[in-house]
Every structure is written in C-alpha cells, then in structure tokens.
C-alpha cells in the first residue's frame, strides 16, 4: 500500500491541483475517491483530515495536511530529488516564482474559479450559466492576462526559464476554461497561448486527465 494516499473529486481543481504534482514528481499515491454528491466530505472521518470538509487531503505516513496550494509546496520541499525539479534553490530565483505563485492565487484564481463553476461545472450539474457574470469576469481575467502576456514575452514560463509550481497551480481551471467560451482570452494572446499549450501538454497532467476519465 502507497504512503501517500490523496484524497479527493476529480471535478474538484484543487483535487486536481495535487494530483499533477505527484505525477510530475513520480510518486507512488493511492487516490482516494471522496463522494462530495453524498456529503462524505462532511463527515467524521474526513474532518479528521481537513476540519473545514473540503477537498482535497494528503496523508503521507503520519503526516496530515489540507488546502492544494500548502500540498504542492510541502511535495515540491520533500521530493524534491524526484521526478520534475519545481523549485529553486537559489533564492532570488525562487523569490520571482512565488510571486508568481501569489499572482496565481490571488490575482487569477478567483476570476479563473468563478468562470470555472459558471462554464464549467454549472452545466455538468445541469444549472443556467449566470451570463452576467460571465461577462463580469471574462473582462477581469483580460486584464490579468494581459500582464501574463507581458511576464510571457520574457520568459518561457512564468516563474522562470523552467516549469516550476508559479505554472502547475493554473493547469486545473485553465483545463476547465479550455473549449468554453472563455478560451479565446487565451488564443488571443500570442505569449499565453504558447504557454498553455506547453503546460497542458505535460505528460503528468495527461495522466490527470486519464484518471479522470476513468471515474
């Protein structure tokens, strides 16, 4: 049995979010499946995992831990000799990939998430699409992306000349945002386009999508 076992939906991005790392890392995991329709992620023995009953959760032997993003960096830290190197050890190289990770949080994933639920999730749950929201945010993530545009003019990826956690982190909600509506914001950036068509094609997160296929 893995020491890893990640805990999860496969609709949920931040589910997603940890599974792309264990894969770029080459990681042995059990992917353990949490039924949000039913509320399982509301019950005791998933609070003991992440008090707040959202997904995902990651046990590594004895060690617990919640929220994507704290995840990601925990995997990156500890294995870091496996697999993809996502992180750097010199500082000031490392510095510029945080804030990129910060841009990520705070400046695209909010807008990205909430066009995400409107376009994506909101028509597997069979729910009306709030155009006006849509509309709202489409014009929120523009501008986001047009700085990206900018970054991607100078650098290949955007924490550097490397892939590193500042780019996985966007790979769930940009794979959500692809074949809706909300794409051409990013074909219509010549830099950002590039960049997306790079990170989605990374073998990991194929494997991402081929497990969510067969759930």
């Known amino acids: 049995m893995a020491a890893i076992k990640a805990h999860g939906s496969l609709i949920s991005t931040a589910t997603n979010r940890v599974l792309v790392i264990l894969y770029e890392k080459e990681l042995e995991f059990e992917f353990v499946s949490v039924d949000m ?41 500890e294995y870091a000799g496996k697999g993809t190197q996502l992180i750097h050890q010199d500082s000031k190289k490392m510095a510029i990939t945080l804030v990129w990770m910060e841009v990520e949080a705070q400046q695209y994933d909010p807008v990205a998430s909430k066009l995400v639920w409107e376009l994506g999730i909101k028509p597997m749950l069979g729910m009306v699409t709030d155009k006006a929201i849509v509309e709202e945010n489409e014009a929120k993530l523009a501008k986001v992306l047009d700085v990206y545009e900018n970054r991607l003019a100078h650098s290949k990826y955007l924490g550097g000349d490397c892939f590193t956690l500042a780019d996985l982190h966007h790979l769930p909600t940009l794979q959500y945002l692809l074949g809706t509506q909300s794409q051409k914001l990013f074909d219509s950036r010549p830099h950002v386009s590039a960049w997306v068509a790079d990170i989605t094609a990374r073998p990991a997160w194929l494997k991402v999508q081929a497990l969510r296929k067969k759930h």
């Open 37 to 77: 329709s039913t509320g399982e992620h509301k019950k005791d023995h998933f609070l003991s995992l992440n008090p707040f009953g959202q997904v995902p959760a990651l046990e590594d032997g004895d060690l617990k831990l919640f929220e994507s993003r704290a995840i990601t960096k925990y995997v990156a830290y």
